[in-house]
């Protein structure tokens, strides 16, 4: 199963209460001044995609949660329209 994710990039902007709420340790990166993730380029695309913290990837974030990835793909999906709603 794979995770419908548009690359809109609007998560990437929540990147300000990651950061907030989470140690170095499970989220490595900056933060710029509107809120975004400093990996995040003008394309909407991550720069370290590959490499990417355990809480940037949605499919092993399941895993570690042990939900079952259907059921956490369908709460990503409804925080990503709630952000789709928000940028808008």
């Known amino acids: 199963m794979e995770y419908k994710c548009e690359r809109c990039g609007n998560c990437c902007r929540q990147a300000w209460a990651v950061a907030k709420y989470?140690?170095?340790d499970v989220f490595p990166y900056g933060?710029?001044?509107?809120?975004s993730c400093e990996m995040l380029d003008e394309n909407n695309l991550c720069k370290v995609y590959e490499n990417r913290p355990l809480i940037c990837n949605v499919k092993k974030m399941a895993e570690v949660m042990n939900v079952s990835e259907e059921e956490f793909y369908r709460e990503n999906e409804k925080w990503c329209s709630v952000y789709k709603e928000y940028r808008q």
Request: proline residues 12%; charged residues 40%; hydrophobic residues 25%.
């Open 31 to 35: 933060v710029k001044a509107d809120g």
């Open 22 to 24: 989470y140690p170095k």
